[in-house]
């Protein structure tokens, strides 16, 4: 992942019609969660002839952002995630992948494999199987957004094309949800009222790779990856 500074996160996150979509459409409970919005997601390119200097961005097993948040304090899915495309996004470049409708299956067990909490996997392809359920490549354009309960399942495939992808996740969680206590509150920030800001505040922001005074997880800590040095 690229690392974004958290001042010009938040401007974006809290910006005039992204927060008034959560706010009033979604509802005047959620608060802006910073779960990964400090990071761009990147899948690197593939460039014939130079495996050992650059290799592709690997997959995204299927996962529900809850499966990963139920093991970091939070009681209940009511939270959602945006993802916000920073260059086109295909299915050669590695798409988001989702299953339509899935937040309906309620939480699935999920297993650390490869570094990664994914799904129980023989529960995907059932849901798969289930004409009720719609398997979608969701290609976007810069600066679509994409908004999707804590309990959709979804994934992403390597990047087997020339071109980056970067993307911006954002999450956002319901007042009521903060952590049962301030121990327990390391992965998930207590609620703080959405501040809303004019689209300028993005672009008036200078405070792009000062890092002073910011507190990033330490992945020693997060039960659901496993970190290699």
């Excluded at 706010?23 to 390119?45: D, Q």
């Excluded at 290799?55 to 990963?68: A, F, K, M, S, V």
Aim: with cysteine; hydrophobic share 35%; aromatic share 10%.
């Amino acid at each position: 992942s690229l690392s974004l500074s958290l001042p010009l996160s938040l401007s974006f996150s809290t910006s005039l019609p992204l927060s008034t979509l959560i706010y009033y459409e979604l509802s005047p409970n959620l608060y802006f969660s910073i779960l990964s919005v400090h990071s761009v997601l990147a899948k690197s390119p593939w460039i014939k002839g130079f495996p050992c200097i650059l290799y592709p961005g690997g997959r995204q097993e299927w996962h529900q952002d809850y499966g990963y948040w139920y093991n970091n304090t939070l009681l209940t899915p009511e939270a959602l995630s945006v993802f916000v495309p920073l260059d086109p996004c295909t299915k050669e470049n590695g798409c988001l992948q989702v299953i339509a409708k899935s937040h309906k299956c309620g939480r699935i067990r999920h297993l650390l494999a490869g570094g990664q909490m994914c799904a129980d996997i023989a529960r995907v392809n059932d849901i798969q199987q289930d004409r009720r359920f719609e398997h979608l490549y969701v290609n976007m354009e810069p600066g679509d957004a994409l908004f999707f309960h804590s309990n959709v399942l979804h994934a992403s495939d390597a990047n087997v094309s020339p071109q980056i992808r970067r993307a911006l996740i954002l999450a956002y969680n319901h007042r009521d949800n903060s952590a049962p206590s301030p121990e327990k509150s390391g992965h998930h920030p207590t609620y703080t009222p959405i501040n809303k800001v004019k689209d300028s505040a993005i672009l008036d922001c200078t405070n792009v790779s000062d890092f002073t005074g910011k507190d990033f997880l330490d992945p020693k800590n997060d039960k659901t990856v496993k970190a290699s040095k």
